[in-house]
């Protein structure tokens, strides 16, 4: 589980859209040892499942078939499969989100919408999930189930998260990419954060208490 | 025939229209008075909107008062052309200071424009062949040519004359418009031209033009198949050749638009060469 | 609904082969109404029911393109560039390739607008429709400004912009029938993908659609049939529009239930629409199918916008 922290501005989602090949960009990563840049988009979908700040639908689908959408690569192109439909029914029991199956997407709340994308997302059952800021618009209780999920299924997945939440990040992810100006600036483990390396990426004074074995961030005044 | 108004919409344009009327009758009066053998008076100036007329002011002997025509008007050369019958230019029309103008119909001419011009409107619009020689007439009075014009209107009849009687009377359908198909109907100077050919337009519509279904000419199974080709119907595929009348029995005929479908002088010569047609001769 | 759709086509074909201008008794026909119905009634029934399919299917088609509920053939101003190809062929006299110009100025326009409207990867709605009328304007003052050089009044122009079947011809249906299996088959895969597409781009090809490929492909096959049913019947407006509209507030959203929806609605809607326009008149007079297609069309629509406001508001 990694966290991309940085603020607004600072390349965050540029980096995310660039993994997921959205966007143009020189240099290569691999992944499994293959060239990512070789890979045709079927691949490198089945690979990444990317979920954008932003999702628009323009087509009054009802919540469960959004989130079947998510199967696409694993279906024959035509049509969806009664296993691509279990799936998709666990998926969304999984975040709770099954009762909403019948309404129609673009009717749900913001949190209702986000959290229906993101079971979509995870529907899609890839190795690497780029996340950009899926807990936004989500209340605390769905945020710690969803946490939750992805500590279950970090030892075989690669989740990268976009997230604004200092405590919330510091409490739940390991490993963290910190950027400021369009530059990764750190990427670092857990251990190597510190109060001083967090104020020079957020241009804030922030400070740490610890209580319980638990960290806690705080902002100073300016 | 002068300005004929329609009646008034409200009382106070009747008001005006009877003001206008007493002092037209005031000023003919005193036009009389004048001018005791005032019959001498005719129009010198005349612009054409409608083509149709201008062959019979050249058989009149009246090639010289024509001042405008239309830009389709190809009998007459070297006049200002003042627009089209449908869009005449008003300013070219007033700057041309007619004292008459001829125009096709009420709606190529309306009421509002006829404000705006000084000259007075002859509305030329025979349905029949009858029609054209009463209005031969009319023109030939206004323009002081009352015996040119009895002698074309002899002339005309005596064409007429050529004309031999059929053993039955064909039917006739007469395409004005391929496509869609639009067809001649009652109140197409084309349906005077068949009935003194000898033969009968079978469209029974009371209009001049009609768009009609191709299953209705298979049911009404005309003798002859008339299609004119001209302005309307540039390059229409011949209907022979259309698959829809793969089972139609007419014979198909062209004809030349301008001759047929315009009711002026040509109308007469369009009869008697339908008659031949009917008659089975080649034209 | 599937059943009713089936019913609706099924309906309209009956009962536009059963009336006309000339009364058939289709049980018992003399040779004349045999020649009628098989040489003209039949052949312009099956030519109304081929363009109405083809323009419903353009129509959803665009909607897929546009990401726009309101991108049919007439707004997007596809119908006009076509028209104005079609009578640039017959100015130059070359009547036998008026298709191939109406499917050059149909694909010509529709790049346009897509150009003007697309900013950054995405079709902006409201420029679309703008640079739509715009160019819908522009073409038909071009074929109006043609139709005045040429003569007062060219038929074959004035047909263009009217509209009508009467020219129908075995050959036609079948070349026109022809293209829309073409277009229809080659978008029949692509189900999922379309439903795909209307998402946003980022999150459609993330999820695997290559979405340039696809909307490259929907845009010819649009413009294609546009251009074919523009070239047989001339320019009608709306069908592109209602069917998919129609049918999708009748609850077929998916692309696997709404092409072949359109396909059989539209058919049945100009059927009916055609059959309305050569019997409401006397003696075997006719109307403008557009009349018709545009009144008709247009009151149903607006009955449907009143009556499931909220439904159409959820499609953004």
């Known amino acids: 589980m990694i966290a991309v922290l940085g603020n607004n501005g600072s390349g965050k989602s540029t980096f995310l859209n660039v993994m997921a090949g959205l966007l143009e960009f020189t240099g290569g990563y691999s992944i499994d040892g293959m060239p990512f840049k070789k890979m045709a988009q079927a691949e490198s979908a089945r690979r990444i499942g990317f979920l954008p700040q932003e999702a628009a639908l323009n087509m009054p689908f009802d919540a469960f078939y959004v989130v079947l959408t998510g199967r696409f690569i694993h279906s024959d192109g035509r049509m969806y499969s009664g296993g691509d439909i279990a799936c998709t029914e666990e998926v969304m029991k999984r975040f709770d989100v099954f009762h909403l199956r019948d309404r129609l997407f673009n009717a749900l709340s913001g949190g209702e919408k986000q959290r229906v994308l993101l079971a979509r997302v995870m529907n899609m059952d890839t190795d690497i999930f780029l996340l950009d800021e899926p807990f936004s618009g989500v209340d605390i209780l769905h945020q710690i189930k969803i946490v939750d999920i992805f500590r279950r299924i970090r030892k075989e997945k690669i989740i990268i998260v976009v997230i604004h939440d200092l405590s919330f990040a510091i409490q739940h992810f390991s490993r963290f990419l910190l950027f400021r100006e369009g530059r990764l600036l750190y990427d670092m483990k857990k251990d190597g954060l510190s109060a001083g390396r967090l104020s020079e990426v957020f241009g804030v004074r922030v400070g740490f208490a610890e209580q319980d074995e638990r960290m806690f961030v705080y902002t100073e005044e300016m | 025939m002068i300005k004929k108004p329609e009646h008034g919409r409200n009382t106070a344009e009747r008001a005006k229209f009877r003001l206008r009327v007493k002092l037209l009758l005031t000023g003919i009066t005193l036009c009389l008075i004048a001018f005791p053998a005032s019959s001498a008076w005719s129009y010198k100036r005349i612009a054409v909107l409608y083509p149709a007329v201008s062959p019979i002011l050249i058989e009149l002997g009246a090639r010289d008062m024509i001042v405008g025509t239309t830009r389709s008007d190809h009998a007459v050369k070297n006049t200002v052309k003042v627009g089209s019958h449908l869009r005449p230019n008003i300013e070219l029309l007033n700057a041309l200071a007619p004292d008459l103008i001829i125009a096709g119909s009420q709606r190529a001419f309306p009421e509002e424009m006829k404000q705006r011009v000084k000259a007075d409107i002859f509305y030329y619009n025979p349905v029949t062949l009858d029609e054209i020689l009463v209005k031969i007439r009319k023109i030939g009075g206004m323009l002081g040519k009352r015996e040119r014009a009895e002698k074309l209107i002899l002339r005309l009849k005596k064409r007429l004359a050529d004309i031999r009687p059929l053993p039955t009377e064909p039917t006739v359908i007469y395409e004005v418009m391929a496509e869609p198909l639009r067809v001649a109907g009652e109140k197409s100077i084309v349906t005077s031209i068949v009935r003194a050919a000898g033969g009968r337009n079978i469209v029974k519509i009371d209009r001049k033009h009609a768009v009609i279904s191709t299953e209705k000419v298979l049911q009404l199974r005309p003798d002859f198949y008339i299609y004119q080709v001209g302005p309307m119907n540039k390059k229409p595929v011949p209907p022979g050749e259309r698959p829809f009348y793969k089972s139609l029995k007419a014979k198909f005929i062209k004809v030349d638009e301008l001759e047929f479908a315009r009711p002026g002088i040509n109308a007469f010569d369009a009869a008697v060469h339908l008659n031949r047609i009917f008659r089975g001769e080649r034209p | ?316």
Not at chain 3, 77 to 97: E, H, N, Q
Not at chain 3, 143 to 171: C, E, H, N, R, Y
Not at chain 3, 236 to 245: A, C, E, Q, Y
């Open chain 3, 1 to 316: 609904m599937r059943f009713i759709l089936a019913a609706a086509l099924a309906l309209a074909f009956i009962a536009a082969i059963s009336a006309g201008a000339v009364k058939i008794d289709l049980l018992s026909m003399s040779e004349m109404e045999r020649n009628i119905l098989f040489d003209v009634r039949l052949p312009r029934v099956l030519l109304a029911g081929l363009v109405g399919a083809a323009l419903a299917l353009s129509g959803v088609l665009f909607q897929y393109v546009m990401k726009n509920p309101l991108a049919d053939s007439f707004t997007t101003g596809v119908s006009a560039s076509s028209a104005m190809g079609a009578v640039t062929a017959i100015m130059l006299g070359l009547m036998p390739y008026l298709p191939l110009f109406a499917l050059a100025g149909g694909i010509a326009g529709l790049y346009l607008v897509y150009r003007i409207a697309s900013y950054r990867g995405r079709i902006q709605p409201i420029t679309m429709l703008l640079a739509g009328i715009v160019l819908s304007t522009f073409a038909s003052a071009t074929i109006s400004f043609m139709k005045f050089l040429s003569d007062d009044a060219v038929s074959s122009i004035i047909f263009w912009l009217m509209g009508g079947f009467q020219a129908a011809t075995p050959l036609k249906d079948l070349i026109l029938f022809a293209v829309i299996c073409v277009s229809f088959l080659s978008v029949r895969g692509d189900y999922l993908r379309l439903d795909i597409l209307c998402f946003d781009d980022t999150t459609a090809s993330s999820t695997g659609v290559d979405v340039n490929r696809l909307r490259k492909k929907l845009f010819f096959a649009a413009a294609l049939l546009t251009s074919f049913s523009v070239g047989y019947a001339g320019i009608i407006g709306f069908v592109g529009l209602i069917i998919p509209h129609i049918l999708r507030l009748g609850n077929l959203v998916k692309a696997s239930y709404l092409l072949p929806a359109s396909l059989a609605g539209g058919a049945a809607f100009m059927m009916a629409t055609d059959l309305i326009a050569r019997t409401i008149l006397q003696g075997g007079q006719e109307l403008p199918v557009g009349v018709i297609t545009s009144s008709i069309g247009g009151v149903f629509f607006l009955y449907l916008l009143i009556k499931r406001r909220k439904e159409l508001f959820y499609f953004n």
